[in-house]
Protein backbone atom coordinates (compact mmCIF):
# COMPACT_ATOMS: atom_id res chain seq x y z
CA UNK A 1 0.00 0.00 0.00
CA UNK A 2 3.11 2.48 0.11
CA UNK A 3 3.40 5.60 -2.67
CA UNK A 4 5.69 4.23 -5.61
CA UNK A 5 7.50 7.07 -5.07
CA UNK A 6 8.40 6.19 -1.68
CA UNK A 7 9.58 2.77 -2.36
CA UNK A 8 11.42 4.29 -5.32
CA UNK A 9 12.98 6.60 -3.39
CA UNK A 10 13.69 4.45 -0.13
CA UNK A 11 15.65 1.63 -2.43
CA UNK A 12 17.70 4.07 -4.28
CA UNK A 13 20.65 3.19 -2.24
CA UNK A 14 21.40 -0.11 -2.99
CA UNK A 15 23.12 -1.87 -5.44
CA UNK A 16 21.37 -4.80 -5.33
CA UNK A 17 17.33 -5.29 -3.60
CA UNK A 18 15.51 -8.38 -3.23
CA UNK A 19 11.96 -8.09 -2.03
CA UNK A 20 9.03 -10.29 -0.74
CA UNK A 21 5.53 -9.53 -1.18
CA UNK A 22 2.45 -11.60 -0.94
CA UNK A 23 -0.54 -11.02 -3.69
CA UNK A 24 0.89 -7.78 -4.75
CA UNK A 25 1.57 -6.47 -1.07
CA UNK A 26 4.99 -5.67 -0.08
CA UNK A 27 6.26 -7.51 3.19
CA UNK A 28 10.32 -7.61 3.31
CA UNK A 29 13.71 -7.12 1.06
CA UNK A 30 17.04 -7.77 1.62
CA UNK A 31 19.17 -4.89 0.55
CA UNK A 32 23.14 -4.64 -0.27
CA UNK A 33 25.14 -1.07 -0.91
CA UNK A 34 27.15 -0.23 -3.54
CA UNK A 35 29.78 -2.93 -2.33
CA UNK A 36 30.17 -5.77 -3.61
CA UNK A 37 31.45 -8.10 -0.59
CA UNK A 38 28.62 -9.79 0.34
CA UNK A 39 27.82 -6.93 3.05
CA UNK A 40 23.85 -7.00 4.16
CA UNK A 41 23.23 -3.61 4.75
CA UNK A 42 18.90 -3.94 5.70
CA UNK A 43 16.73 -6.75 5.89
CA UNK A 44 13.50 -5.93 6.85
CA UNK A 45 10.37 -7.56 7.18
CA UNK A 46 6.88 -5.90 7.96
CA UNK A 47 5.29 -6.19 11.27
CA UNK A 48 2.68 -8.73 11.33
CA UNK A 49 4.41 -10.68 9.16
CA UNK A 50 7.15 -11.09 11.01
CA UNK A 51 8.28 -14.98 12.78
CA UNK A 52 6.58 -16.47 9.62
CA UNK A 53 10.00 -17.57 7.82
CA UNK A 54 9.85 -14.32 5.40
CA UNK A 55 13.73 -13.14 6.62
CA UNK A 56 14.98 -16.95 6.69
CA UNK A 57 13.06 -16.86 2.90
CA UNK A 58 14.92 -13.44 2.25
CA UNK A 59 18.32 -14.59 3.38
CA UNK A 60 18.48 -18.00 1.37
CA UNK A 61 17.37 -16.65 -1.74
CA UNK A 62 20.16 -13.83 -1.31
CA UNK A 63 22.29 -16.40 -0.55
CA UNK A 64 21.60 -18.47 -3.74
CA UNK A 65 21.81 -15.22 -5.71
CA UNK A 66 24.86 -13.85 -4.15
CA UNK A 67 27.06 -16.64 -2.84
CA UNK A 68 28.60 -15.72 1.06
CA UNK A 69 26.94 -12.71 2.72
CA UNK A 70 28.03 -10.96 6.03
CA UNK A 71 25.59 -8.86 8.56
CA UNK A 72 26.16 -6.30 11.34
CA UNK A 73 23.50 -6.80 13.90
CA UNK A 74 23.01 -5.25 17.37
CA UNK A 75 24.16 -7.62 19.94
CA UNK A 76 20.73 -7.00 21.98
CA UNK A 77 18.57 -8.10 18.36
CA UNK A 78 18.78 -11.57 19.88
CA UNK A 79 15.65 -12.50 17.54
CA UNK A 80 17.56 -11.77 14.37
CA UNK A 81 20.49 -13.35 15.82
CA UNK A 82 18.41 -17.33 16.15
CA UNK A 83 17.48 -16.68 12.83
CA UNK A 84 21.56 -16.27 11.39
CA UNK A 85 21.97 -19.11 13.94
CA UNK A 86 19.62 -21.41 12.42
CA UNK A 87 20.78 -21.05 8.74
CA UNK A 88 24.41 -21.67 10.26
CA UNK A 89 25.94 -18.04 10.50
CA UNK A 90 27.82 -17.54 13.57
CA UNK A 91 28.53 -14.42 15.53
CA UNK A 92 32.61 -13.33 15.06
CA UNK A 93 32.59 -9.95 17.21
CA UNK A 94 30.53 -7.25 17.52
CA UNK A 95 31.18 -3.69 19.03
CA UNK A 96 28.55 -1.15 20.45
CA UNK A 97 30.12 2.65 21.12
CA UNK A 98 28.36 5.25 22.47
CA UNK A 99 29.75 8.77 23.30
CA UNK A 100 29.75 9.36 27.44
CA UNK A 101 31.49 7.47 30.06
CA UNK A 102 33.69 4.36 29.51
CA UNK A 103 31.13 2.17 31.11
CA UNK A 104 28.76 2.96 27.91
CA UNK A 105 31.84 1.29 25.72
CA UNK A 106 30.63 -2.91 25.84
CA UNK A 107 32.48 -5.49 23.75
CA UNK A 108 30.84 -8.32 22.68
CA UNK A 109 32.37 -11.47 21.49
CA UNK A 110 31.47 -15.22 21.23
CA UNK A 111 34.17 -17.67 22.88
Do not use: C
Amino acid sequence: GEPVEWVQQYFEGYGQLYAASISGRFIGFIGFGLREDGSVDDLYVRKGMRKKGIGRQLVQFAEENEGSLSFSVHPHNTIFLKVLDRLGYRTITALSVRKGEMENIQKYSEG
